[in-house]
């Protein structure tokens, strides 16, 4: 496209996109445009070719815990009896509707919910709370599990195909408008370049030394999340990733000094402690490249079938397929990063990323012959996170790595 | 065989169906074992072997920690330690429902870690109010069919599916009928007894289930009538241990109805008569009461237990939650609030398949029980 970029680094651009897109949300209602909450895994292109803002509470909640506010507002509404064990995420959530704190004044109501399960289940019910609040309709997006059985895809994809027309009848309900599928292929094909070139971003990490960390991909993950469908989202991208290219690749530069230990992690991140890993794994040469959550947004559409290649790419997101499968993708990432190490984040939010961890740990430390560390923790709430227990598991399995990288250099074992 | 005889046959089963299994399995025949919920058994039964609700253990959880984490609920825990470590030679096979995250990943474990001659994987649908739900479970219907009929290596004629249909119905009407006794003259069948008859119907072939249903309504028909205790409407989706039971008998209680899945959602809906019998199990399968994890119409999920409570005329609500079950989880202040705003008396209790606190417990529903007796005096 031949769009003039902006004159700006793409950090500045990506702060003043998140600015415009909430200032937009905000005033929405004022403009008669609607607002239609959607999870991260979702086709939000649909809102987006016809006209709606798609907000994401979770994005929100990812805000409310980076500034440390999920204890206070999760425990007005444990008494309420949303225990501790339910997703930070919601918690967060259901907090700052009752006591109305926010780190950006809050996001609008919904018109409209969207819960697509293939990232996972829980975000339909913490809708439903919403849906009930608010008495707006909930629409959820039903993924069966993409096993590996040829005749099971080919009948899920009917079903979820089948599901994007009801999504669009349910639109055009609100709305009052009809919808436009040329619009859709248009948003569509912002949405394929957007995620093409966020892969490629992603796929920087495959540099020997990586010019960027896990840590880098997670904070720039935001705007394919909520602007993928829109030209911005390309540009922003774009710029991202001649940044990198021009300033740290070309020159050599790793995302850290002595990059040794090249690691993978599983799960999301823990938000409130990215940092602080950081450093910790820093001071030993570590650095995380990479995870298959940062990945989840590296979609692969086909504009020319729009419906179709929605109900592809959503249904089949690694939260969504079978164990196995999962682990091939995470052992992909493990190949083509060169990746020489794992930590393994048992989320106590996130059941539908964490409850098969310990298979996950079997199959990669087997096949790659590098030992895992599991531990448990919470990637929201700082009431679970032992912070020396955990960095003491850190530095031991750090060692371990060392351990094995000095035997692996006097030839101690293979 | 008289009442006490066929309780105690149906309580043993209720409790430790596997040596009745494995006399089946002597036979010849598969057991095909389903957690919970929605499995056509019919369509199992109809291809030729024995379809059995896997319903957890109560016993200690030793080996299936190290698979599944300590936050996962109390029932994908026991149904995993069942058959990994009590019960590993038990079933032949497996048809694998997915409802949620935790049962999505058990799933996924249970692939991995238990040896079986059959796995399909029943995927069912988690929204029911619109027309794809129906296409789909139809459409996964049809496939489970076909994988059965490829691990038994023969067709599944329509015939035999509606054979099927008419013994799960005959058995589902006898077992509506206990219950029905039991509405009407509460002390004709305590609520142990009750829902251990109808726990033992997920374990047998329903050619050995119905005779001794007949025999139980016979000696029943002369049963007590109202006995003045305080009728409870039960809602959740398993009530374990069954202990709890015994202690609503203790505290002079008559269950009067129940949305559990090991209840009447899993006795009150018949396979109609179609010419299809793929769309006469799509037709009961959307008749169903509501199921947490699955997305209802509107505010179905609560709508449905006001109208049981109104029409048994009971007088509260005992809400059974299974640890660290979220879709319970987030239903629950809202239905709290819901029975609060309409005046409906509700108690929530935490439960654990291995454990029971029964004092504490026993402590908490007797002032619940006294609490409804003080409204029918005031009221």
């Not at chain 1, 040829?150 to 599901?163: D, S």
């Not at chain 2, 219950?179 to 829902?195: D, T």
């Not at chain 2, 819901?338 to 908490?364: A, F, H, N, W």
Request: aromatic share 10%; with cysteine; charged share 25%.
């Amino acid at each position: 496209m031949g769009e003039t970029q902006p004159k700006m680094t793409a950090k500045e651009y990506s702060k003043q996109l998140t600015k415009e897109y909430y200032e937009g949300a905000k005033h929405a209602h004022e403009q008669g445009k609607y607002i239609a909450y959607t999870t991260a895994v979702s086709p939000a292109e649909l809102f987006y070719a016809h006209d709606i803002i798609p907000i994401y509470p979770e994005n929100h909640s990812v805000m409310i815990i980076t500034r440390r506010m999920t204890a206070e507002l999760s425990e007005s509404v444990e008494q309420e009896g949303y225990t501790t064990h339910l997703c930070a995420y919601a918690r967060s959530d259901l907090g700052f509707r009752k006591l109305h704190k926010s780190p950006i004044g809050g996001i609008p109501d919904p018109d409209f919910l969207l819960a697509c399960n293939a990232q996972c289940f829980t975000l339909t019910k913490w809708f439903e709370v919403l849906s009930r609040r608010y008495n707006a309709p909930l629409f959820v997006f039903d993924t069966p599990q993409f096993i590996r059985d040829k005749r099971a895809r080919e009948e899920i994809i009917k079903y979820v195909m089948e599901q994007i027309y009801e999504m669009i009848e349910a639109l055009e309900t609100l709305t009052g408008r009809k919808f436009n599928f040329d619009r859709l292929r248009e948003v569509v094909e912002y949405s394929r370049q957007a995620s093409v070139l966020y892969k490629t971003y992603l796929d920087l990490a495959a540099y020997k030394p990586s010019p960027i960390s896990i840590f880098d991909a997670l904070i720039n993950m935001a705007i394919t999340v909520y602007l993928r469908g829109t030209p911005q989202a390309v540009t922003f991208y774009k710029m991202l990733v001649n940044e990198v290219m021009e300033n740290k690749v070309k020159k050599g530069i790793g995302a850290i000094p002595n990059e040794k230990y090249r690691l993978y992690w599983e799960n999301l991140p823990i938000w409130f402690k990215f940092r602080d890993h950081f450093n910790l794994l820093a001071s030993y040469g570590a650095v995380i490249l990479t995870s298959l959550y940062a990945h989840s947004w590296s979609y692969d559409f086909d504009p020319s079938d729009p419906v179709r290649t929605l109900a592809e790419n959503y249904a089949s997101v690694f939260s969504n397929v079978e164990l196995e499968e999962r682990a091939e993708m995470a052992l992909d990432l493990f190949n083509r990063y060169s990746l020489n190490g794992s930590i393994m984040f048992l989320n106590r939010s996130c059941k539908a990323v964490s409850f098969a961890v310990h298979e996950l740990r079997d199959i990669i430390t087997k096949k790659t012959g590098v030992p895992a560390l599991v531990f448990e923790s919470d990637m929201g709430d700082p009431r679970f996170y032992g912070e020396s227990q955990i960095r003491t598991r850190i530095e031991a399995y750090l060692e371990t790595l060392d351990q094995l990288s000095f035997e692996r250099e006097r030839g101690l074992i293979a | 065989m008289k009442k006490e005889e066929v309780l105690e046959t149906l309580k043993v089963i209720a409790h430790d169906p596997f040596p009745y299994l494995r006399s089946k399995r002597e036979t010849g025949k598969k057991i095909i074992g389903s957690p919970l919920a929605d499995v056509p058994s019919e369509m199992v039964y109809a291809a030729g072997f024995l379809p059995v609700t896997i319903l957890g253990t109560n016993q200690p959880i030793v080996k299936a920690s190290a698979h599944l984490p300590d936050n996962a609920c109390s029932l994908a825990r026991s149904n995993l330690e069942l058959v990994l470590n009590y019960q590993p030679d038990s079933f032949n096979g497996f048809v694998f429902p997915q409802v949620c995250d935790t049962t999505q990943h058990l799933s996924d474990i249970w692939k991995m870690t238990i040896p079986s001659q059959f796995f399909a994987s029943f995927l069912i649908p988690r929204q029911v109010d619109r027309k794809s739900a129906r296409h789909w479970f139809y459409a996964e219907t049809g496939r489970l069919r076909e994988q059965l009929e490829d691990f038994s290596g023969k067709k599944i004629p329509d015939d035999a599916l509606r054979e099927s249909f008419r013994l799960y119905n005959e058995d589902r009407r006898l077992l509506r009928e206990v219950y029905r006794i039991k509405r009407n003259a509460p002390g004709a069948i305590s609520n142990r007894r009750l829902f251990d008859v109808i726990r033992s119907s997920c374990f047998m072939d329903p050619k050995d289930h119905i005779p001794l249903l007949r025999d139980l309504l016979n000696a029943l028909e002369g049963g007590r009538a109202g006995d003045g205790n305080v009728k409870i409407v039960i809602s959740g989706i398993v009530v374990e241990p069954s202990q709890l039971f015994d202690i609503l008998d203790e505290l002079k209680v008559s269950v009067v109805g129940d949305d559990l899945i090991v209840g009447s959602r899993m006795i009150d809906y018949d396979v109609p008569d179609r010419d299809d019998p793929i769309e006469a199990l799509t037709e009961r399968h959307f008749a169903k009461s509501p199921f947490s994890p699955i997305r209802d119409v509107g505010t179905r999920l609560y709508d449905h237990l006001l109208q049981l409570t109104e029409e048994t005329g009971a007088d509260g609500i005992i809400y059974f939650h299974i640890k660290f079950c979220e879709s319970q989880d987030y239903d629950l202040p809202d239905m709290k609030r819901i029975m609060r705003d309409r005046g409906i008396p509700m108690i929530v209790l935490d439960t654990e398949y291995q454990s029971v606190t029964r004092s504490q417990t026993k402590t908490r529903l007797e002032a619940f029980v006294e609490s409804l007796y003080g409204e029918r005096v005031n009221g």
